[in-house]
């Protein structure tokens, strides 16, 4: 591989990846707050619906966390595509989240 193209896409991993781990870590804020209001999900009893929201709503920390790591560990080890890959799975672990929400409430 062409020793230009190899610098030029470990600089687009870099700032696609800095950018991820900086709003993913933001966004973890608000999720917490909703994590602390997630109980009164059941207010209207418990419903498979809601059990699944709360349940990927207390994963999604998880799934940032892990994600980001193993960008950065793929990073390290110079694998740019899947790096960049890995940045894409809390953005489907929100669609997850909030998309069959509306269909279940």
């Known amino acids: 591989m062409d020793?230009?193209?190899a610098d030029r896409r470990k600089k687009i991993a870099l700032v696609i990846l800095i950018s991820a781990t900086v709003l993913f870590l933001a966004s973890l804020l608000p999720t917490g707050a909703m994590i602390i209001f997630?109980?009164?999900a059941f207010d209207s009893g418990p419903k498979p619906g809601t059990w699944a929201f709360v349940i990927t709503l207390?994963?999604?920390p998880v799934v940032v966390l892990v994600?980001?790591?193993a960008a950065w560990i793929?990073?390290?080890k110079r694998a740019y595509r899947?790096?960049?890959s890995l940045c894409v799975l809390p953005i489907i672990h929100l669609?997850?989240?909030f998309v069959p929400a509306t269909w279940f409430w």
């Open 3 to 5: 020793p230009a193209i």
């Open 38 to 40: 997630s109980p009164m």
């Open 58 to 60: 207390f994963a999604y």
């Open 67 to 69: 994600t980001l790591v």
């Open 74 to 76: 793929c990073f390290a």
């Open 82 to 84: 899947l790096a960049m």
């Open 95 to 97: 669609i997850v989240l």
